[in-house]
């Protein structure tokens, strides 16, 4: 499947960035896209941030990209629960983890997307226990 088209938000987070984070950046946007289905994408110009998910706010994110002008983090919201036997996830808060990515080749690594995969079974869970308690 192809990309989306980018949102002019999304473009002008991405304009000031070197050529080789963009490329990074665009290359984790598509695994994205493809990996979780209908995810809206929102940026957050201040924070310098791309939001993955099914709504509006933070009880309805996925996964984020966390920009910065020597790469770029995929944010993973409940990534602190997530098995990681290779050591890929970064951070030590008590909810997320992220993966750094510098090169677009590491966004390619098949535990990438299994992460995604995680992530998006999590955000389910939390809507499903949401549902049954209201």
């Not at 933070?58 to 966390?66: E, F, L, N, Q």
């Not at 002008?69 to 629960?81: D, I, R, T």
């Not at 990515?101 to 939390?126: I, M, S």
């Amino acid at each position: 499947m192809p990309p989306r088209n980018l949102p002019p938000d999304v473009k002008a987070l991405l304009e000031p960035l070197p050529a080789d984070v963009r490329t990074v950046v665009e290359r984790g946007r598509t695994l994205v896209l493809a990996t979780l289905p209908k995810v809206v994408e929102t940026a957050d110009q201040r924070a310098r941030v791309i939001g993955y998910g099914y709504g509006e706010g933070y009880r309805d994110m996925v996964a984020t990209a966390i920009l910065s002008n020597k790469g770029v983090k995929l944010g993973l919201v409940g990534g602190a629960k997530f098995p990681d036997p290779n050591g890929l996830l970064a951070g030590s808060g008590k909810v997320h983890r992220y993966i750094p990515f510098t090169e677009p080749r590491q966004v390619g690594c098949p535990e990438v997307k299994a992460f995604l995969r995680l992530a998006l079974a999590a955000w389910k869970d939390r809507v499903d226990t949401a549902a049954r308690l209201s």
